[in-house]
């Protein structure tokens, strides 16, 4: 058996029923950013709940195959599905595959210059009735409640995730996907932001987490998938991926 059909194997496993039946599934999703073909053909179903940790070396497509389920113009998406709860995203604008539910919290965070942590938040909420409220938001992020008139950008770097994280969370939120949410943060702020991804994932939110922390993700998620040269070359559980000392040292270097 060579390498490709070991690969072609790992797609099989997860695209055996149908996409449009599960919460959540790409299906043989190929993507571009003009003529550099990156995401080649991905598969992945994610159930309803759960944290999903999306792993693999520098430059694998772990943001392109996000930005690719958020519906951004790049990279573009020119074959595959994408379903979420019966819906095809895979025919959505990205502003309507948000509103579908699908809420991406960009590795730069994004925080709005001269506003403050609550008008960054309630920018945010675009449509009454969807999204958590101020309230909810100030309860699950109380640090974010203290500094709620302080300009979003003067917060510290861990603070200014949980904001970007909530400003998604002030959406209707039914899939949330991090990229990279611990970067340049210490050890200790990592820790309160799991916290939060926890509490989220209480409320019923499903979530896609990418980190080059393939520790500290692992720890939170209950399955992880591993991308190489914008291919799934792994698909299982938390547990056999820290087991499998070949695949850690090969793509995740732990
Ligand atoms: N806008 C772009 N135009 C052309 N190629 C791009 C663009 N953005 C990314 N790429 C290329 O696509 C490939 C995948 O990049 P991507 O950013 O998705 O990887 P990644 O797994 O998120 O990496 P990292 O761990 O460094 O964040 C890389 O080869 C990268 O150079
Ligand atoms: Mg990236």
């Given at each position: 058996?060579?390498?490709?059909?070991?690969?072609?194997?790992?797609?099989?496993?997860?695209?055996?029923?149908?996409?449009?039946?599960?919460f959540f599934?790409?299906?043989?999703?190929?993507?571009?950013?003009?003529?550099?073909?990156?995401?080649?053909?991905?598969?992945?179903?994610?159930?309803?709940?759960?944290?999903?940790?999306?792993?693999?070396?520098?430059?694998?497509?772990?943001?392109?195959?996000?930005?690719?389920?958020?519906?951004?113009?790049?990279?573009?998406?020119?074959?595959?599905?994408?379903w979420l709860?019966?819906?095809?995203?895979?025919?959505?604008?990205?502003?309507?595959?948000?509103?579908?539910?699908?809420?991406?919290?960009?590795?730069?965070?994004?925080?709005?210059?001269?506003?403050?942590?609550?008008?960054?938040?309630?920018?945010?909420?675009?449509?009454?009735?969807?999204?958590?409220?101020?309230?909810?938001?100030?309860?699950?992020?109380?640090?974010?409640?203290?500094?709620?008139?302080?300009?979003?950008?003067?917060?510290?770097?861990?603070?200014?995730?949980?904001?970007?994280?909530?400003?998604?969370?002030?959406?209707?939120?039914?899939?949330?996907?991090?990229?990279?949410?611990?970067?340049?943060?210490?050890?200790?702020?990592?820790?309160?932001?799991?916290?939060?991804?926890?509490?989220?994932?209480?409320?019923?939110?499903?979530?896609?987490?990418?980190?080059?922390?393939?520790?500290?993700?692992?720890?939170?998620?209950?399955?992880?998938?591993?991308?190489?040269?914008?291919?799934?070359?792994?698909?299982?559980?938390?547990?056999?991926?820290?087991?499998?000392?070949?695949?850690?040292?090969?793509?995740?270097?732990?």
């Open positions: 058996m060579n390498f490709m059909s070991v690969k072609r194997e790992a797609i099989a496993a997860v695209t055996e029923t149908d996409p449009s039946k599960a599934a790409m299906r043989n999703a190929h993507a571009y950013y003009g003529e550099s073909y990156i995401v080649q053909g991905v598969s992945l179903d994610v159930q309803q709940g759960e944290i999903v940790a999306l792993l693999g070396r520098n430059g694998a497509g772990k943001t392109s195959t996000l930005r690719t389920i958020a519906r951004l113009d790049d990279p573009e998406l020119r074959q595959g599905e994408i709860e019966g819906k095809p995203i895979h025919t959505m604008k990205a502003w309507q595959a948000s509103r579908a539910g699908i809420q991406l919290v960009p590795e730069d965070r994004r925080i709005i210059a001269g506003l403050t942590v609550e008008e960054n938040l309630t920018l945010s909420q675009v449509a009454p009735g969807h999204g958590w409220s101020l309230d909810e938001i100030y309860a699950h992020f109380p640090r974010l409640a203290d500094r709620r008139k302080q300009e979003g950008v003067t917060l510290s770097g861990g603070e200014q995730q949980m904001l970007a994280v909530a400003r998604a969370l002030a959406r209707e939120v039914k899939l949330l996907l991090l990229d990279e949410p611990y970067e340049g943060l210490a050890p200790v702020i990592v820790k309160e932001i799991e916290g939060i991804v926890h509490s989220i994932k209480e409320r019923g939110i499903t979530t896609i987490i990418v980190e080059q922390n393939a520790v500290a993700a692992l720890r939170m998620a209950d399955r992880a998938v591993i991308l190489d040269t914008g291919e799934l070359v792994f698909a299982g559980s938390a547990r056999d991926l820290l087991e499998n000392e070949s695949l850690r040292k090969e793509y995740l270097a732990i």
